[in-house]
């Protein structure tokens, strides 16, 4: 049985507690406010976000991981994996799988799947896919039944 990592950006909201339970690995997007900007999930939390806005009103950014950022991150779960399946927030709302699936051209067994959502959308997608994993589908099994 060949090793398998789920990934995904941040926008999937999956709790640390999921995140460990499914071994799910995380490459976070940058979110601006005012001048500053902060890794998704590290730097910054929802009640940071939240309190910020209350205190000045404005709304954040979000930037998507360039694509070294991407191949970076996919070299580092490489060294532990035969292949990864990553998923992305939707292309309609983001650059970030477009650099992902670009990153991805670089390996062999790094499979990029559009979620076509965000938040619980992607979150659920990405449960699923980990449920398959560890039940021991191989990767492209599990890309095609995604």
């Known amino acids: 049985m060949s090793k398998i990592i789920i990934s995904s950006d941040s926008t999937c ?3 640390a507690e999921l995140r460990e339970k499914y071994g799910i690995k995380i490459i976070p997007l ?3 406010l005012g001048t500053t900007v902060y890794r998704d999930g590290i730097d910054i939390t929802p009640d940071d976000i939240y309190a910020h806005h209350e205190k000045t009103g404005e709304l954040p950014k979000t930037t998507a991981s ?5 191949e970076d991150y ?7 994996a035969d292949a990864i ?3 992305s927030i939707s292309s309609a709302m983001s650059s970030t799988f477009n650099n992902t699936r670009m990153a991805a051209m ?5 499979y990029v799947i559009d979620s076509a959502n965000l938040s619980t959308g992607s979150g659920l997608l ?5 449920e398959m994993a560890q039940s021991g589908m191989e990767a492209s099994a599990i890309v095609e039944k995604i």
């Open 85 to 87: 399946i990553h998923f």
């Open 106 to 110: 670089e390996f062999e067994n790094v």
């Open 126 to 130: 990405v449960l699923a896919a980990a």
């Open 74 to 80: 996919f070299t580092e779960l490489k060294k532990d």
């Open 13 to 15: 909201d999956l709790s």
């Open 30 to 32: 940058g979110i601006t």
């Open 66 to 70: 360039n694509v070294g950022e991407c």
